[in-house]
Structure formats: structure tokens, C-alpha cells
């Protein structure tokens, strides 16, 4: 058996995630969860819907809860990060700043993303420490933090040598969309993908050795990446602002039909539609407030009230991904996922040391990617710039680098000018003062 910990165990995906756990325990036999997070009011109310969760499969796993590291860490095989440094108030910041100057308000991609970057890069190094001083010499890090891309990159750089697989659910997420739009289980589908962290795309999709990518791309030409049946897309990707970006993709197809994309390539290719129809005064980040964050910490103290706990926590990609890859990883499957790894030739015409996002074998030591080949010029140079304003941004937090930072802001496609890029990054240093390392 295993133990296993949850850093950032105030998240509302908490909840979501235990139930997966728990569906899949003959695979992953744990005999404790410890729940951490740095906010430990927060987590004690999420954890009153997680244990309860827990409670409906068994009484033999052990449950601890804390804000210190090592309580959290000491001895453990896995540990599931998923924080988010500034919580919903700086997600907030990061969307409606950037749109203030007309720029792309989003949590990882553009301005909002670097933000983001910068907040996260340090906390998730110190993560890393904790789990290498505490933890089994063999423990292994499965991370969902965002911005993951940058993230990646960051840890990469700053612990080379850490036993950390960072991972994303959007691709499994549009896997999801696809196969219902083909009407096929997700399990189903074997498919080719090349990119960095929300910034990919869908070369093949197979379906019992036939290649339906054609007829994917004609649907989501018509309808977008969606079905007419709203119900057959997860639950985490229903709200209105997700219907909104997996039509979005129409406008991708229209424009690029060769290939299918991530969802948030949206935001690179088409930034000035996307600032004109956002609302710069609720964005995604008032949604998740009002919406998720409000009904989960409802349904704690409807729960403590009553013994009754209202909402089932439904497990969706997110929740089965997570733990898909980590049994794999347990149990040295080999299972082949789309995760983020470092290139080495994987594509011999992108940096070796980029952090891309690829299919992957998961085994006890680690992902071994697939090899992909050379990707024609258009992608590579689209990656290429992506890449550069994240390493840069990378170079920017280590070295407390001003200008470093704005060559960042500058080389992101979401930013029309240098001039631009400054003003944005000027207000977001301001913004971040409790969180940013002097630049
Ligand atoms: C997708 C992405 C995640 C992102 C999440 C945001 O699942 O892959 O990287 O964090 O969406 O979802 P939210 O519901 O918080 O906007
Ligand atoms: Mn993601």
C-alpha cells in the first residue's frame, strides 16, 4: 500500500480527485492521505467533503491534515501537487488587468499566464525540496499547478534531478470532446500530438486503426468541438465560458484545417477577437468564484449541518487522469499518455531542452516519450517564440531581471508592442507585490 499526499489540499478539485482514488483502489491501495496546503482554514473545510468521500468507500485509510511540510511529506510515494499561488483573488488580476490594455485576460496564456509564472515558479522549487527531504527516495511528484507550462520549466532549470511529472487536462480533456463527437469511448482513440502545454496540437486520431481526424476536423468546422448533446462533455467543461472556447476552435479550423488544436491555441492565434468578446468586468475567474468555489463551500456546511452530503463530487478527466498516470507510474505500465517532458530529440527540430507536451510511455522511472519527428515550419515557429518568452520569463524570476521580464511580455503573440508589454507588466508588478520576487 501507498501513501500519498495532496499539496494544495484546499483546491476545490480535491474533492474530485479523492473520489477517483477511492473508484480505483484495488489499482492503488493507499494506507493514508495526507492533505497539505499553507492556507490550512481553507483546507479544513474541503477536507470535511474529502474525508466524507472517503468515507463512502472505507475506514482503513489513515487521514491527516496539516500546514506542515513534514507532517505532510515524511515517507510518502506520491504526492499530488495542485496549488495555485494567490488563489481566485490574483486569478482575478491576472485576467482583468491584461484586459484593461486590450490584451488576452486569461490564466495561463499571455500576460495573466507569465503573471501567474512568476508567482508560482519559487513555491513549486520549495515543494519540490520538501518532497525530496521527506519523502521515499523514489516518491514521485504528479503535477496539475499551473501554469504548467512554465512550471515545468521552472523546475526543470531550478531541480533538474527531481522525480516530478507535470501534467495537463486539456488534451485528455479534448480527447473527451472528440470521442463523443465520433460517438467512441475515449479509451478508444490513439493519438498523435506535438506542442508545449496549452499550446499543441492533434496530428492523428485513430480509432480502430482508421485515421478520423478528417472527419473531426469537418465537424468541428460546423459545430466546434462539441456535441449537440451538451451532457456528454464533462461537467468540469460545461459552464458557459467553456462552451464558448470549444466553439471558439471553429474559428482555428476555418483558418488552419490542417491539424486539430488545444483549445487554448485560441488565444495565441486569435487574440483580438478573443479580447472583443470578453466581458472585462466578469471573467472566468468571477465565474469559478460565484459557481464552483461558492457551491463547494455550501455543500461543507450544508454537510455539517445536516450529515448530509449534497453534491457527489462527480470524477471527470480531470480526477481520472491524474490517478491514471499515477498507476501506471505504480505500477510500471508503460500506459501511453500526452504528458510534458523534456525534448531530447524527441523533436530534433525544437530545442533539446524544452519542456513539450507529447505522447509518453509511464513508467516506475519516469515518462519515456515517443519519438515525433520534425514538425513543419509554421508549428516551429509558433513554439519557438512561445518557448522563448517562457524561458525568458524563467531567466527573468532567477535572475530578478526587469528587462528580462518585459522581453518575456514583449516575445508573447497575445501582445501587439513593446509598449503594451510594459504597461501591462508595470501594472502587474504592482498587483504582485506580495507575491513577485523584486524584478
Ligand atoms: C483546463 C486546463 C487547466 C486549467 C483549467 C481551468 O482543465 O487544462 O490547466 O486550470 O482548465 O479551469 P477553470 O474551470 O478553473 O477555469
Ligand atoms: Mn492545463
Known amino acids: 500500500t501507498y501513501k500519498l499526499a495532496v499539496a494544495g489540499g484546499g483546491s476545490t478539485y480535491t474533492p474530485g480527485i479523492i473520489r477517483s482514488l477511492m473508484d480505483r483502489l484495488e489499482d492503488l491501495p493507499l494506507s493514508e492521505i495526507r492533505f497539505y496546503d499553507i492556507d490550512g482554514e481553507r483546507q479544513s473545510k474541503v477536507v470535511v467533503a474529502a474525508k466524507a468521500v472517503i468515507a463512502e468507500y472505507t475506514d482503513t485509510i489513515q487521514v491527516v491534515e496539516t500546514t506542515d511540510p513534514k507532517t505532510a511529506f515524511e515517507d510518502v510515494d506520491f504526492v499530488f501537487a495542485q496549488m495555485r499561488v494567490g488563489k481566485y483573488a490574483m486569478r482575478e488580476l491576472d485576467e482583468k488587468i491584461p484586459l484593461s490594455h486590450n490584451v488576452v485576460g486569461q490564466e495561463t496564456c499571455g500576460p495573466g499566464g507569465l503573471a501567474y509564472g512568476l508567482r508560482t515558479i519559487f513555491p513549486m522549487v520549495e515543494l519540490v525540496d520538501y518532497v525530496d527531504q521527506y519523502a521515499k527516495k523514489n516518491a514521485w511528484i504528479v503535477n496539475y499547478s499551473n501554469p504548467a507550462s512554465i512550471v515545468a520549466e521552472g523546475v526543470r532549470k531550478l531541480r533538474p534531478h527531481a522525480r516530478i511529472i507535470n501534467i495537463c487536462d486539456m488534451p485528455v480533456a479534448t480527447m473527451r470532446n472528440m470521442a463523443a463527437i465520433l460517438g467512441v469511448n475515449r479509451e478508444d482513440l490513439v493519438v498523435d500530438y506535438f506542442g508545449l502545454n496549452h499550446f499543441g496540437w492533434f496530428t492523428k486520431v485513430e480509432v480502430d486503426g482508421v485515421d478520423r481526424l478528417p472527419e473531426l476536423r469537418e465537424h468541428v468546422y460546423q459545430h466546434g468541438l462539441l456535441t449537440e448533446d451538451v451532457s456528454k462533455i464533462d461537467y468540469r467543461h460545461a459552464d458557459s465560458s467553456w462552451i464558448k472556447t470549444f466553439k471558439n476552435i471553429k474559428l482555428i479550423m476555418d483558418h488552419f484545417p490542417e491539424y486539430l488544436p488545444n483549445p487554448y491555441l485560441q488565444y495565441y492565434l486569435f487574440p483580438d477577437y478573443i479580447v472583443q468578446t470578453s466581458n472585462k468586468e466578469y471573467t472566468r475567474a468571477n465565474e469559478v468564484m460565484d459557481g464552483r468555489e461558492k457551491t463547494l463551500f455550501e455543500t461543507v456546511r450544508k454537510y455539517e449541518e445536516t450529515g448530509i452530503l449534497e453534491d457527489a463530487f462527480a470524477v471527470g478527466v480531470h480526477g481520472t487522469f491524474i490517478v491514471d498516470v499515477t498507476i501506471s507510474l505504480a505500477q510500471n505500465l508503460g500506459r501511453r499518455y500526452l504528458v510534458m517532458v523534456e525534448n531530447n530529440g524527441t523533436i530534433p527540430n525544437l530545442p533539446a531542452d524544452a519542456m513539450i507536451e507529447v505522447p509518453a510511455l509511464i513508467t516506475s522511472s519516469g515518462p519515456i516519450p515517443e519519438h515525433v519527428g520534425e514538425i513543419p515550419y509554421f508549428y516551429k515557429a ?58
Open 382 to 439: 509558433m513554439i519557438d517564440q512561445q518557448l522563448a518568452s517562457e524561458k525568458i520569463l524563467v531567466e527573468a524570476i532567477t535572475e530578478g531581471s526587469y528587462i528580462k521580464a518585459l522581453q518575456a511580455f514583449t516575445l508573447n503573440k497575445t501582445i501587439p508592442s513593446a509598449k503594451v508589454a510594459k504597461s501591462v507588466l508595470d501594472d502587474l508588478i504592482k498587483a504582485n507585490k506580495d507575491y513577485w520576487p523584486t524584478l
